[in-house]
């Protein structure tokens, strides 16, 4: 029996294949077995209550706290004939009329609450009017107080669960802590064993760390290497954020800016000209991104070194949700570290030692000489093997060692002669023979080891000193910073060599396409996208509304010259095959006949 689930799948949302752990949420869902969603972000969490949805005979409330997602979420349902509408405090008097008239009158599939709207009497009323089917309970981090976005009105939902004894819940989250997601389970009442837990690698982002050299020139080089794709550049501050963007539009990109500091209008307006290709590039702080659904972010840049690697993490997340290739680049300074460290060292007790750990994990990402995703995904309590193909470390296959046995003899001597005590910085000084006052005071002139480092530079000495800590050869006190030699150090003296796959990551690599990207015209996607770009002014949606890259890369390779063959088009099912298909196939048709 093939299954309805499957056919939806294919007829209305024109996907072939479900995405990992898919169909298993909507078999459950279907059972009405209250269920917890674990996914990152790209992860297709809408499908797993949008299925169900048109499964049901009664109604599917959608409970979300961003009112730019649930309208983007009912456009795309729109775009497909789904039927589904809105309701929230923002909505104009008339349209929240008409809006709860659909319901009453039980025309629409899916409704979509905010958390406060759900909770009022007039709603509650009118909810108990109609057949509720399934509650999905969206961004359920909100529950929990553990959570980084903790929300009151959504600890009451569950009080109105008695109220919907038919109907069944789904929770979904992107947020990985153990904490959060036991206590959404708790705050809802759901027994452990109905919980869906997806894997939060996402293979099709490409990471790439780069030494911070000339930050403008590297990022107009990256934005070059993008051409014509959408990308945001992540600052740490908002004079940052306003310099790059002002630099950027003087080399003729197309940006804007985002951060706290612009009034609600001007960040609006911003954000839907980058959701409606209407610009490039997006230069933002962290206020940037929660509540964005555009699944065709092609790059990513962080142009300073993010807090930690959480944040690092959710930000490269808004690249590539489409599955399709998208690059990620972080430029990294030393220079950015003592910053860091006085922040952290203004902390207190517990805050402190938890601050000094994030830094460490962030640090073990950016300097490690083998694959990205181990101790990324080792941070998130998963377990990689290595050797993924799309970090700058894995690509190229095995880089040249360069043997540094004897600067390490250096360095971890004068670590001895100093008595363990010191941290990098100093005994850079004394190897490199600085005459500052903390050298000349410890009498640290006089060691044998004052000077007979001088080769290299302070930068080059401190990237080897990090990876003199990432091979085990010494260990940094978590509380003083002080260096310590290892049992490995020993061996060091007695000739063990030491390698490492170059001295200062100074130069970029080339440009990366994974070979999972199928070989398309260019000249015809442009064309898709110029027409698919009237086609969403024209209706006043976002473009990917009307069509994914994904979808217009397809045409670009396969060149469907009929309904049949478009329909085996990603992404293309029978109510976009109706409203589009032939504008596009002409399109196709045309382009093949021109020469
Ligand atoms: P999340 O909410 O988990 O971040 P979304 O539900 O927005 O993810 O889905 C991310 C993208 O993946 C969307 O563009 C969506 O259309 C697409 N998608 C979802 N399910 C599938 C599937 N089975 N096959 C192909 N693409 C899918
Ligand atoms: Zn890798």
Known sequence: MIKRSRTILKSVFGYDKFLPLQEEIIDNVIQKRDTLVIMPTGGGKSLCYQIPALIFDGLTIVISPLIS?????????????????????????????????????????????????????????????V???????????????????????????????????????????????????????????FDASNEFIASFDRPNLFLRIVEKSNPLKQALAFIEENAGESGIIYCATRNTTDKLYEALKKQGISAKNYHAGLTDRDRNKNQDLFINDDIQVMVATVAFGMGINKPDVRFVLHYDLPPNLENYYQEIGRAGRDGL?????????????????????????????????????????????SCRRVPLMNYFDEDHPGNCRTCDNCFGGDKEQIDVTLPAQKFLSCVKRTGERFGANHIIDILRGSKSKKVLNFGHDKLSTYGIGAEYSRKQWLHMSRQFLSKGLMIQDMEYGGLNLTAKAYAVFK?????????????????????????????????LRKTRKKLADHTGVPPYVIFSDKTL????????????????????????????????????EAYRNKD
């Open 495 to 527: 000739g063990e060599k030491v390698s490492v796959s170059h001295i200062l990551p100074e130069t970029l690599p080339e440009k990366i396409l994974p070979d999972e990207i199928p070989e398309y015209d260019r000249e015809l996607f442009e064309m």
């Open 69 to 129: 997602l649930m309208k983007d979420q009912v456009e795309q349902m729109l775009a497909i004939n789904v039927t589904a509408v809105l309701l929230n405090s923002q909505l104009p008097a008339d349209e929240y009329r008409k809006n709860v008239y659909q319901i009453k009158q039980k025309k629409s599939k899916l409704l979509y609450l905010a958390p406060e709207t759900f909770l009022k009497k007039s709603i509650l009323n009118l909810l108990a009017l």
């Open 131 to 189: 057949q509720v089917d399934c509650l999905a309970v969206d961004e359920a981090h909100c529950i929990s107080r553990w959570g980084h976005d903790f929300r009151p009105e959504y600890r009451q939902l569950a009080e109105t669960r008695p109220v919907f004894k038919d109907a069944v819940c789904i929770a979904l989250t992107a947020t990985a802590t153990q904490q959060v997601q036991k206590d959404i389970q708790k705050s809802l009442g």
């Open 553 to 588: 890369i397809g045409m670009a390779t396969f060149f469907p010259g009929n309904e049949n063959e478009l329909l085996q088009i990603h992404g293309i099912g029978a109510v976009k095959l109706e409203k589009y298909g032939k504008i596009f196939l002409d399109i196709i």
């Open 325 to 369: 290739p998208a690059s990620c680049m972080l430029l990294f300074s030393y220079g950015d570290i003592p910053k860091i460290r006085y922040i952290i060292q203004n902390k207190k007790g517990h805050e402190q030692r938890l601050a000094n750990i994030h830094l460490n994990s962030l640090l073990q990402f950016v300097e490690t000489e």
